[in-house]
């Protein structure tokens, strides 16, 4: 996985470019109307049920807006919000805090309504050992709020992108000629170029668990798109040789299922594919 170095590194870019794509040379509406020095307040409004995420976010892009902001904050990232919860109050310059709304805004709508899917995944799982898992099926450029938010919401994170871990899924298997040929070549380049990445495996079928088993060194079995019956059948061929993970339209009514057969993490891209935004919102107070 990315180190934290990294991980605010990402943060920053995120940051960066969107108020670069959102201000351009100037928030003109703003610099036409109210004064440079002009003071204001303002609210976050939830006007929607779940779990609020991206308020440590909003304090990064508000000091990097304008360092002289201050937070008030009321309600901290992974709570439980309501319709009409107010969850900070910002103050400062009234020009920076119209610069800053549209980010904040659109930042922890999406990770409020990430982080409020992931725990309801979580809670179905309540009682038994399996873990929930997000995916690389994130907004191109906003990876890492993404992921920060399912953590937020109580899930864990895969791999970051493709350069922290390996996956061999059914694609890489195919091109490098079958299963054992990718695994084998897999660490013989990681050995090559002195990397120690995990190894994760998918397979599409009981044989496939098999042959993945003869060979050592791997972290992971990904038991994709498999019923029921075969997933059991799969968690018991693999035992505690290595970790389990199902995958492949997995839902909310499935999801239970799935992890009382046995298998360590479910992963799901529906947490960051298919989410809709909690309704927030940014107002002006005396």
Avoid at 152 to 181: P, S, W
Avoid at 198 to 227: P, Q, W
Wanted: charged residues 25%; contains cysteine.
């Amino acid at each position: 996985m990315i180190s934290e170095a990294q991980f605010l590194n990402e943060l920053q870019l995120i940051i960066q470019n969107a108020i670069r794509e959102d201000v351009g040379d100037g928030d003109h509406s703003s610099l036409a109307c109210i004064p440079a020095d002009a003071q204001g307040k303002a609210k976050l409004l939830v006007k929607d049920n779940g779990i609020i995420a991206g308020v440590e976010f909003a304090k990064m892009v508000f000091n990097y807006v304008d360092v002289n902001m201050k937070l008030e904050t009321f309600i901290n990232d992974g709570s439980s919000v309501r319709y009409g919860d107010v969850v900070f109050h910002v103050s400062g310059s009234s020009q920076s805090i119209l610069k800053a709304e549209r980010l904040v805004l659109n930042s922890m709508q999406r990770m409020s309504a990430i982080a409020t899917k992931t725990r309801k995944y979580v809670d179905l799982l309540e009682g038994t050992n399996t873990k929930v898992l997000d995916t690389r099926k994130t907004t191109p450029g906003f990876r890492a709020c993404e992921k920060w938010a399912v953590k937020i919401g109580g899930g864990e994170n895969h791999r970051f992108a493709l350069y922290d871990m390996v996956m061999l899924k059914d694609n890489h298997n195919d091109f490098a000629g079958g299963i054992t040929k990718a695994i084998n070549q897999t660490k013989e380049y990681l050995k090559a170029n002195n990397k120690d990445l995990k190894i994760i495996v998918e397979a599409r079928n009981l044989d496939e668990i098999k042959e993945i088993l003869e060979s050592e060194g791997v972290f992971r079995i990904l038991i994709d798109n498999f019923n029921f019956e075969d997933t059991k059948k799969a968690v018991a061929l693999i035992g505690t040789k290595c970790q389990t993970e199902s995958s492949g339209n997995i839902n909310e009514n499935t999801i239970r299922q799935y992890a009382e057969c046995g298998v360590n993490y479910i992963s799901s891209g529906a947490l960051t594919h298919s989410v809709y935004n909690m309704d927030l919102s940014l107002k002006a107070i005396d």
